[in-house]
């Protein structure tokens, strides 16, 4: 199983960007899907997550700002990210708790990580 994400770069303070992350490989069923984000000196943190049945979940710090969606025929989560402010830049890691052909188990899975840069 592999995560592809994508779409990070560099904006300025109130921009936009659109966060994609696409699993690939043995899948059965995908139940969580989310994004978590880490700043230089700081823990990994939850940005956004959505389980199967569209229940979402946010950081208070990016709520009513983000938007986390999921595509399930695609095994694909996106993150919007409007009005972006600089303590938003950080390296942003996708997450998908996976189960795989020939498991009963749901185990979670990382993307590569992409780097958001927000310039003030």
């Known amino acids: 199983v592999q995560l592809q994400a994508s779409g990070g770069g560099l904006v300025q303070a109130g921009g936009s960007l659109r966060l994609s992350c696409i699993a690939s490989?043995?899948?059965?069923?995908?139940?969580?899907m989310g994004w978590y984000r880490q700043a230089p000196g700081k823990q990994r943190e939850l940005v956004a997550r959505?389980?199967?049945?569209?229940?979402?979940d946010y950081a208070d710090s990016v709520k009513g700002r983000f938007t986390i969606s999921r595509e399930n025929a695609k095994f694909a989560v996106y993150l919007q990210m409007n009005s972006l402010k600089p303590e938003d830049t950080a390296v942003y890691y996708c997450?998908?708790?996976?189960?795989?052909?020939?498991?009963?188990?749901?185990?979670?899975?990382w993307g590569q990580g992409t780097q958001v840069t927000v310039s003030s």
């Open positions: 997450n998908a708790v996976i189960q795989q052909y020939g498991s009963t188990l749901f185990s979670p899975y």
């Open positions: 490989g043995s899948i059965i069923n995908i139940n969580a």
């Open positions: 959505i389980i199967s049945g569209g229940i979402t």
